[in-house]
């Protein structure tokens, strides 16, 4: 029986174990690796703080991602492929390693963020296309 999230030891085994798998994707990869070209030892600790905060509301975290995405979405237009593989990849990481309500919950939370980013940065790109 696998547990729920309960520490950040949890968060770190989370981030950690996805984004090994987001690393070596086809559909992702390489957003993280050639595009943002992701420097690993200040990312990975910025998203420990950024799920350890919304789980357990420790104010670890403070950022901007929604900003960090659309710089992003400037130098590589961003799909609803992109969005639905990397939710596809976060949940089966949960799934592999976790179970219970705050398993649960960073599902359904990380899919919420995930479905603003697609209407505010997906939405607005073909705006700036029709105008």
């Given at each position: 029986m696998?547990?729920?999230?309960?520490?950040?030891?949890?968060?770190?085994?989370?981030?950690?174990?996805?984004?090994?798998k987001v690393k070596q994707d086809a559909v992702i990869g390489f957003i993280f690796t050639d595009i943002a070209k992701?420097?690993?030892k200040k990312h990975l600790?910025?998203?420990?703080?950024?799920?350890?905060?919304?789980?357990?509301?420790?104010?670890?975290?403070?950022?901007?991602?929604?900003?960090?995405?659309r710089h992003i979405n400037r130098h590589l237009p961003l799909t609803r492929e992109h969005f639905q593989q990397w939710e596809g990849l976060f949940c089966k990481t949960v799934d592999e390693l976790f179970e219970g309500v705050t398993a649960a919950l960073v599902k359904q939370r990380a899919l919420s963020i995930s479905a603003v980013m697609k209407i505010k940065i997906l939405d607005t790109s073909s705006m700036d296309k029709i105008f």
């Amino acid at each position: 029986m696998k547990k729920d999230i309960t520490s950040r030891e949890d968060i770190e085994l989370l981030v950690n174990s996805f984004y090994d798998k987001v690393k070596q994707d086809a559909v992702i990869g390489f957003i993280f690796t050639d595009i943002a070209k992701v420097n690993w030892k200040k990312h990975l600790p910025l998203m420990y703080d950024f799920f350890e905060n919304m789980l357990f509301y420790t104010g670890t975290y403070t950022g901007n991602p929604m900003e960090l995405h659309r710089h992003i979405n400037r130098h590589l237009p961003l799909t609803r492929e992109h969005f639905q593989q990397w939710e596809g990849l976060f949940c089966k990481t949960v799934d592999e390693l976790f179970e219970g309500v705050t398993a649960a919950l960073v599902k359904q939370r990380a899919l919420s963020i995930s479905a603003v980013m697609k209407i505010k940065i997906l939405d607005t790109s073909s705006m700036d296309k029709i105008f």
